[in-house]
């Protein structure tokens, strides 16, 4: 998920002004993109526990389902300011669910001593391999030698990749409950 937060967020002003967005308009999206993470986080917490009853797993792959829809039309259909700021919305609304519900699963799968060590982990590896190599270096490496679509199918890669990881937890959530 940090992929998919950071691949679209980082290199938004870049793609934006290569596709003839003036750059005020690119900053506006990415500042846009972080202040759709308020209501969609609180949205997702909320959720998962009065409707998903605190299984997040499901939820996550919901929220990550529509991140990957948002980051397909930002990439085909993101060619106009008003676009390109709407789906970037979108965007930060639905990948910041996941990104606050897997801290909160970790520490209800796990036993409570080992709550602190659990997201720790997450933490530690989300943002040196999902934000450091991935969405910086390699997404860097990319967009250099092969272009932005290439970037954009490697961004719902990690979509993919994460939706599939989520998916794991689920049998371990109904053990839980």
Request: glycine letters at 10%; a positive charge.
């Amino acid at each position: 998920v940090y992929l998919v937060r950071y691949g679209a967020l980082d290199w938004a002003p870049t793609l934006l002004t290569e596709k003839g967005i003036d750059l005020e308009s690119a900053g506006w999206a990415y500042f846009a993109y972080e202040f759709a993470a308020i209501p969609g986080t609180l949205l997702c917490g909320w959720l998962s526990d009065k409707l998903f009853k605190g299984r997040r797993a499901i939820l996550n792959i919901i929220y990550t389902l529509f991140a990957a829809l948002f980051v397909f039309l930002y990439w085909k259909f993101g060619t106009t300011p008003t676009m390109a700021i709407t789906f970037l919305i979108c965007i930060g609304f639905f990948i910041y669910g996941p990104i606050m519900l897997l801290a909160v699963q970790a520490m209800d799968l796990v036993p409570k001593n080992a709550a602190g060590a659990a997201v720790g982990l997450i933490g530690f590896c989300t943002y040196l391999l999902g934000t450091a190599v991935f969405a910086n270096t390699v997404l860097g490496f990319v967009v250099q030698h092969w272009g932005w679509d290439v970037n954009f199918g490697f961004v719902l890669g990690g979509c993919v990749m994460a939706i599939a990881f989520m998916a794991i937890t689920i049998k371990a959530e109904k053990r839980r409950n």
